[in-house]
């Protein structure tokens, strides 16, 4: 059951006169907002020590493209500044003692859920992935290896799962580098198709923080950069996660 | 396993030179191309009699509103020209006999694939949605209900998953329509969260079809239109199926 609060969801950032306007986005103490430090929201958010379990981690269903991609990024966040984010099977593992702001809540009898890109657990089944982040850069990187369940045209990832893996690279990257929370708007210019099975490698940059906004931009492309997959942009509102009150 | 043949993916329509040179498509034959009535289209892709699973049918999880409006839209069918749409657990299925163009086509040791948004299989977990068709007017409605692993924010459904179930209505509309096959760009505005197990109806309209590709416009609502979620577009390349030899 969903409870009548539910349903009372914002209209994010007032949309129609956000470009002009952005001083009639919710009430917003601008003085105080997105004074967290990159360094803080990347501290709380890649809990060091938890039982939570890693989805971004190698599996035996990884391409061998995936795994050594993988291990050089990993070998760049000992001398290059990279961090590897965490992946737990919900965001409300992510953002723990913190809740949506402006009463955006949701209460349901279902205890069971999962972030959208985590949602089939059979390893190499659906989404497997990885970001990482680089804070002083303001950029990301998403090894994606879509799975036979991510299917669209026979043998190949469907559209919708790029864009939301995109989407979801956007949505971390946006957040560990200025408090960004919704996606205002995704752009995607599809070029070629990703054989289900096969490495897609995220390149996320942050182009411009301005009038409460991200301004994000992504191209995927084959790991020898000689296939585009696609691109896209992104534009992220910018929100402060309130407290938890402890009950 | 994947072939070789597997990786030799067409760039999608030279997309970079595709607005002003249309002509530079893979070679197709333009007299005989698009000929498929949306008639022949449809009752191709609509098995009427199959064993086929069809998961575009009521279950326990659908909302009464849901429901409802399943119900209305059935009652359509038989006086103003709708098409429910059948909905296979795999894109394969839909287009028996067919196969992708230019050596498209991908082999693998998996017998097991699923079209992205059937990827979850326990009622309501995840895609609960139905298509109708109206193929004199080219549009369609598609009934969604994102479930708890189709999350985001807490409580709501990713933007990713709207993507999807937007990319999927306009490409199942696009084929119908006048086989449009792949996706050449899809860009969002979103405007408010959708709570997940509630019902949001996607309003998709083919706008034109010029030079080799289809125009898409969406809009997904709440049913009593009060609350838009977001708007898109939607840009399909036409290219024909081919018949498969049998073996």
């Known amino acids: 059951m969903i409870r009548r609060g539910f349903q009372a969801v914002i209209r994010l950032g007032h949309h129609r006169v956000l470009p002009g306007a952005p001083h009639i986005l919710p009430r917003l103490n601008r003085t105080s907002a997105f004074g967290s430090s990159t360094d803080s929201l990347v501290s709380r958010f890649c809990l060091e020590k938890t039982d939570l379990k890693d989805y971004a981690l190698p599996n ?11 291990q050089e990024f990993l070998e760049k966040t000992k001398t290059d500044g990279w961090i590897k984010l965490p992946s737990f099977k919900s965001n409300r593992d992510h953002i723990q003692g913190l809740k ?5 809540a949701a209460t349901s009898d279902k205890s069971d859920w999962r972030i959208f890109t985590r949602c089939l657990q059979v390893e190499g ?3 497997e992935y990885v970001i990482f982040f680089h804070p002083s850069k303001k950029k990301s990187i998403c090894l994606f290896q879509p ?8 043998g190949f990832a469907h559209g919708g799962s790029l864009a939301a893996m995109m989407d979801e690279t956007f949505s971390k990257t946006a957040y560990l580098a200025g408090e960004g929370l919704f996606t205002l708007s995704l752009n995607i210019r599809f070029k070629n198709l990703i054989p289900v099975g096969s490495l897609a490698v995220l ?19 084959s790991r020898d950069q000689q296939r585009v997959y696609a691109k896209s942009s992104g534009v992220f509102l910018q929100l402060q996660l309130e407290e938890e009150l402890s009950q």
């Open 100 to 104: 949506l702001p402006f009463g955006l």
């Open 60 to 70: 035996a269903s990884w391409c061998p493209d995936m795994l050594n991609l993988y």
């Open 147 to 154: 799975g036979p369940y991510l299917e669209g045209a026979p």
């Open 203 to 221: 390149n996320v940059d942050v182009e411009k923080i301005e009038d409460q906004k991200l301004y994000m931009s992504c191209i995927a492309q």
């Open 125 to 127: 089944q659906g989404y």
